[in-house]
């Protein structure tokens, strides 16, 4: 496809289509497009209606605006969950049928022009209906689809949308499995967002909805990349469903960071037939580039335009980074530089919400994963929102994009979806940077080898280059890399020796051989201890020893898997999250599940840098992992990715040294600092981190003294608050005392109130290692909220957050 003599546009039929091949040398017309934004879709996200709990058939009531009618619906806006989850609960997950609905009007004006609906994600199985007709049915809840209704469409009057919506168990939907027997939720609702699409009958189709291999949309690859140059070759999809042929052009246009014009090309004007599609293929090429990775997450901007007789009739912006990759035995390599991947695991699910999120809080969470220190992130077990995408091709996080999956191999229907599974997710993210693999496997499920080779095949048909695309696997078969974890084999080598022919990476650990294997294998360490107090499953509530010994566990876990020939590793995991078949929240997260940090999460954190990345990623840290308070250990733990640190008690320094040596931290970048100190005494300890002989960070634990105040802050991680799109924050109301100091053992009942935000979640609710948390979600036309927060014996405290 890419192989293009430099010709004049060359012509030939293919399957339905018309492929437009265009000359390759840069266009040299000084003629500049006049508005290089992107035509924008319509927002559609507001003033839809919501019930659940009623009657499963869509009946002619659903489509008029009546007082009966409308007593029944909600005024709802995306993205939106059919239920508001409680975080620990004896009941399960609501599952069962909703319906959404809107009126709407496309002008009358527009009745020539292609109108469709984009859906980001609908769980699980969408019945679309307008005006009392149903258009179709798509299977399947965390792609994207779309709906042309063009031709049921009552221009210049009012229509009436209705989407049935249901998520019960289902054998042919992956995941598949029960809920009740999963390992994560798989939540109701529109949960992203819809997009009303008017268009002109030519236009730029979307690849998901082409379903065509190596097709549809805008397909971006790079070749012969070096600092010096490298090749652009884009490959843009346009459908005409116009009654006559009609004359067409591409045109793309490469601009830098700054907006400024890199280069720009424009294929001769050729016919694509009624109902077909033409296949423009264009090439650029890139002086001097600057090339994309974690610590340079450099982005150019490519504008695609459709053009007839001279005029823009379609418009498309994608958002690309200059790179190669390769996977072999003995390292990851990017930009032809070997880079060990310390990554994590995530579930995308909220408190509250479920997968309700924002593009916003999607940033947030990609922020936090690169904060602590992750270089590289597994999308478990499912495909993300393109917003988290995005984040991580901005903020420089490399990514292993995964199909719904987990311990479940359904029969022929199943399979079938799930291989239109790894289609559309190559097809809807194939052109993000960030990521670099393909997980086309379900994940701990006993796949037949013909599915495993289907799959397999399907991403390298998506993406037909002999380089740089790889699929991977946690069965060492088919796929490009073999992705086991940590615990599919055991103590004490674990997949130390491993001798196969495949990259290895390991894509889970610190978690299952610690709490089913009760011990990984630091026996001696855990003598005594409750089997409770082994598990990497600790609550921040659990107490300073609990998150001691979490944070152990996953030192360990990581500092043995270096052993192994492994080109890197993910820990089991980002964020606490909750389960289908336990009430009880999954906690091996190095957060909880109100994004708060362990002390695990410090450990990660001090293995990255020093450096002066964007954001200020990767800059000196010291962290000091204990209370000090009398029951605290008399051990302290810094991590720290300096040098040297200095601890003092008190301003009496304690002692100044270079990290830990032994069998637990001999093969990490940055071992923690282990200081000991003869007694307790109560007051402030001092950690200064030392790089390079020189002062770099530093560091106090004061003693906690008695509960006196609240202090109010929220969790902003690189974006606002913003206003009319369902975007919502983590409020926290920190128990302190006089100093100023969070007291961990709080548990106070804690009241949050606002003027100008909407508070999800319980309220009040009870502090958990000193801190309450509730979600805060800024209504349309409203740019601030007034918050306070209350609890006996305690002064308040108040906190104005404004929106964008």
């Known amino acids: 496809m890419f192989s293009i003599p430099t010709l004049l546009p060359v012509l030939s039929r293919i399957s339905g289509g018309l492929l437009l091949v265009a000359a390759l040398s840069q266009c040299t017309s000084p003629d500049k497009p006049k508005d290089l934004t992107p035509a924008p879709a319509i927002d559609f996200n507001q003033e839809w209606q919501f019930a659940k709990d009623i009657d499963t058939v869509v009946t002619p009531s659903f489509f008029v605006k009546t007082a009966d009618s409308a007593a029944q619906w909600k005024v709802v806006s995306l993205p939106h969950t059919a239920q508001i989850e409680p975080v620990v609960t004896d009941k399960k997950q609501w599952q069962g049928t909703c319906f959404y609905r809107k009126f709407f009007q496309v002008a009358a004006t527009d009745s020539g022009k ?106 971006l690859h790079y070749e012969n990349v070096s600092p010096q140059s490298a090749t652009l070759q884009v490959q843009t999809d346009v459908q005409n469903d116009a009654a006559q042929a009609q004359p067409v052009q591409v045109r793309a246009t490469l601009l830098d960071a700054k907006g400024t014009e890199i280069g720009k090309i424009e294929n001769k004007e050729v016919n694509i037939a009624a109902g077909a599609f033409g296949k423009v293929s264009q090439q650029l090429t890139i002086p001097k580039p600057q090339l994309w990775s974690p610590e340079t997450p450099y982005l150019y901007r490519l504008v695609v335009e459709v053009l007839r007789e001279g005029k823009v009739i379609d418009r498309q912006e994608v958002k690309t980074g200059v790179r190669t990759i390769r996977f072999a035995t003995d390292g990851f390599y990017l930009n032809g530089q070997k880079l060990r991947l310390r990554g994590t695991n995530r579930h995308q699910e909220y408190p509250y919400l479920g997968y309700a999120l924002s593009d916003n809080a999607q940033y947030r969470d990609a922020w936090q994963i690169r904060e602590a220190g992750f270089n590289f992130v597994r999308c478990s077990h499912y495909p993300p929102s393109p917003a988290f995408l995005e984040a991580c091709d901005e903020l420089g996080i490399l990514v292993m994009n995964s199909i719904p999956g987990w311990q479940f191999f359904g029969d022929a229907d199943f399979q079938k979806n799930s291989l239109q599974d790894v289609r559309d997710m190559v097809r809807r993210d194939r052109n993000h940077p960030s990521i670099v693999l393909w997980e086309s496997s379900l994940n701990e499920t006993d796949m037949s080898k013909p599915y495993m080779e289907q799959t397999h095949a399907a991403v390298h048909e998506e993406l037909p280059w002999k380089e740089g695309v790889y699929t991977c696997g946690w069965m060492d078969y088919a796929y490009d890399v073999f992705i086991p974890a940590r615990q599919h084999r055991k103590a004490p080598d674990y997949w130390n020796k491993y001798a196969g022919k495949k990259p290895l990476f390991l894509c889970e650990y610190g978690d299952w051989e610690y709490y089913a294997h009760n011990a990984g294998f630091n026996q001696t360490a855990y003598a005594g201890l409750k089997e409770s107090e082994r598990t990497s499953r600790q609550l921040r509530g659990q107490g300073e020893r609990a998150l001691a010994q979490q944070a152990l566990n996953f030192q360990e876990a990581h500092n043995d898997n270096y052993r192994s020939p492994a080109v890197g590793d993910a820990n089991w995991l980002m964020f606490d999250y ?37 954001h200020g990623f990767g800059k000196p840290m010291v962290f000091i992992a204990n209370y000090w308070q009398p029951t605290s250990s008399k051990q302290v733990v810094v991590y720290s990715n300096c040098d040297e640190v200095e601890l003092s008690l008190n301003g009496k320094v304690v002692a100044r040294q270079r990290p830990d040596k032994n069998n637990f931290s001999d093969q990490l970048p940055h071992p923690p600092f282990t200081f000991t100190l003869p007694n307790y005494t109560l007051g402030t300890l001092r950690a200064v981190g030392y790089y390079q002989s020189k002062k770099a960070a530093q560091m106090e634990r004061r003693t906690p003294r008695a509960a006196q105040s609240i202090k109010l802050s929220y969790a902003r991680n690189g974006k606002d608050l913003v206003g009319g799109q369902n975007d919502a924050v983590f409020l926290y109301a920190s128990v302190v005392d006089e100093n100023g100091t969070v007291v961990p053992d709080a548990i106070n009942s804690v009241r949050f109130n606002a003027k100008g935000g909407e508070l999800i979640g319980n309220n009040p609710v009870k502090a958990e290692a000193g801190i309450a948390t509730i979600l805060l979600k800024m209504p349309p036309r409203q740019g601030s909220a007034q918050l306070s927060a209350t609890a006996d014996g305690l002064a308040s405290a108040t906190l104005t957050v404004g929106s964008e």
């Open 578 to 614: 909750k389960r289908g078949y336990a009430p009880d929240i999954e906690s091996s997260g190095i957060a909880d599940i109100f994004r708060l940090p362990k002390f695990a999460y410090y450990f990660y954190q001090s293995q990255y840098g020093p450096i002066n990345a964007p």
């Open 114 to 219: 292609r109108v469709a609906l984009h859906f980001g994600a609908a769980m699980h199985t969408a019945d679309v209906y307008l005006n009392g007709k149903r258009l179709q049915r798509h299977l399947g809840g965390y792609l994207p689809f779309t709906v042309d209704i063009s031709h049921q469409l009552k221009f210049g009057q009012e229509n009436c949308l209705v989407v049935k919506l249901n998520n019960q168990d289902n054998p042919d939907v992956p995941p598949g499995k029960p809920l009740k027997d999963l390992d994560f939720n798989f939540y109701s609702g529109l949960y992203r967002e819809v997009q009303l699409l008017v268009q002109d009958k030519v236009y730029i189709t979307d690849p998901v909805q082409a379903g065509r291999p190596a097709g549809g949309g805008i397909l």
